[in-house]
């Protein structure tokens, strides 16, 4: 069916809706609309394809943008909004968003085992692997394929058998007021087959316990929660169901010098106040293993931050690295000799109160509010 009314109209509303609304709106009219609640009402099957083709284009981003600009237009030379137009396709929409209540999956296929469960390991590493990346080894354990029974779950020189409850397909249906429910078999647990005479050592499950070593490469510049995914590590599946995927977070120590915000590294750099005053240079070794020199100026205050271009963490799996960034701190001396204070205590009396514009000015400021 093509429908040459608005599609928000259909679904009652806003151009501007949320996708979320959009697909709150279309459940409560599909449920109002379905078939199965208006038994050979015509009108009802219509308005159900209607509100059905108009949630197919809004729902996706890309079809909802061309409509938005060009109308039914969009896809008139598709033969429809959403290609197909026979009543199953919208059955099969209906389902995917109904698929909660209605047991799941779609009509008559087979559920069959389900896959393996994914599994989480958490793995800590210094600031240094992070930034030159790391290969190691884990130890895991996990349940893998039965070797005795190959994963089938039956005992050797037997084999599974077809569910007669659901007919093997691993679902049951009943009727349920207007609807018809549809539910994992009792029987066969929705895997649609039955063992008569199960494996001994899997109990026919397929898979046991086992002890694995895995091999990890971890990439430079990874970052605090970044995860790493061995596919197909995880738990084995049931009865030869496919495996989970293994996930491997990361966390970074503590760094004893350096803080890290992305790819730029921090560090505070205490420096005496002549060279604070003269001016001259740091030498700051990296993570990278290079000497970094840092250009000081002459009359730089605390709190200054100097930045070293390139000398960061490197982009994770790009080209290039972060930056270095410096904040010196300026420290006042504690321990000086005798000819040190004579020393200062002559450029003390040298001092015209033009070297230090900043204290100058605020005291300035301040005996003039309070005279004021």
């Known amino acids: 069916m093509t429908t040459t009314v608005d599609y928000y109209e259909l679904l009652e509303c806003e151009r501007t809706a949320d996708d979320g609304t959009i697909k709150s709106s279309y459940r409560k009219l599909a449920m109002k609309y379905h078939p199965d609640r208006n038994a050979g009402c015509k009108d009802s099957e219509a308005k159900f394809k209607a509100v059905s083709e108009a949630y197919e284009v809004?729902?996706?981003?890309?079809?909802?943008?061309?409509?938005?600009?060009?109308?039914?237009?969009?896809?008139q030379q598709q033969g429809g909004?959403?290609?197909a137009q026979d009543f199953g396709a919208f059955s099969d929409i209906f389902e995917s968003v109904f698929g909660e209540f209605m047991g799941g999956g779609s009509r008559g296929g087979r559920a069959g085992p389900r896959r393996g469960a994914d599994l989480r390991y958490d793995m800590e590493i210094s600031l240094e692997e992070a930034f030159h990346?790391?290969?190691?080894?884990?130890?895991?354990?996990?349940?893998?394929?039965?070797?005795?029974?190959?994963?089938?779950?039956?005992?050797?020189?037997?084999?599974?058998?077809?569910?007669?409850?659901?007919?093997?397909?691993?679902?049951?249906?009943?009727?349920?007021?207007?609807?018809?429910?549809?539910?994992?078999?009792?029987?066969?647990?929705?895997?649609?087959?039955?063992?008569?005479?199960?494996?001994?050592?899997?109990?026919?499950?397929?898979?046991?316990?086992?002890?694995?070593?895995l091999a990890v490469n971890v990439p430079p510049g990874v970052d605090e929660g970044t995860r790493v995914r061995l596919t197909g590590e995880g738990e084995a599946g049931a009865r030869g169901a496919p495996p989970g995927d293994l996930y491997i977070f990361l966390h970074v120590k503590r760094h004893a010098i350096f803080e890290r915000e992305g790819t730029t590294l921090f560090a505070r750099a205490p420096i005496s106040f002549t060279t604070a005053a003269l001016g001259g240079a740091l030498s700051i070794p990296g993570l990278d293993g290079q000497e970094h020199e840092i250009r000081i100026p002459a009359g730089i205050q605390s709190g200054k931050q100097l930045r070293q271009r390139g000398a960061g963490m490197p982009v994770l799996q790009g080209r290039g690295a972060g930056d270095l960034v410096i904040q010196i701190e300026v420290e006042t001396p504690t321990r000086l000799s005798t000819r040190q204070k004579e020393l200062l205590q002559a450029f003390r009396e040298t001092e015209t109160g033009e070297e230090c514009p900043e204290s100058q000015g605020f005291f300035a400021k301040l005996k003039q509010a309070i005279g004021g």
């Open 133 to 213: 990346g790391k290969s190691t080894d884990i130890t895991v354990d996990v349940s893998a394929p039965c070797d005795t029974c190959q994963g089938t779950g039956a005992k050797p020189g037997t084999s599974v058998r077809t569910c007669q409850t659901c007919a093997g397909h691993g679902k049951v249906r009943a009727q349920q007021g207007f609807f018809v429910v549809e539910r994992p078999c009792p029987v066969c647990q929705g895997s649609g087959q039955v063992i008569a005479d199960p494996c001994g050592d899997c109990r026919g499950e397929g898979r046991v316990e086992k002890t694995k070593t």
């Open 81 to 83: 909004a959403g290609g």
């Open 58 to 75: 809004l729902k996706d981003p890309q079809k909802r943008a061309a409509y938005d600009r060009y109308g039914h237009a969009a896809f």
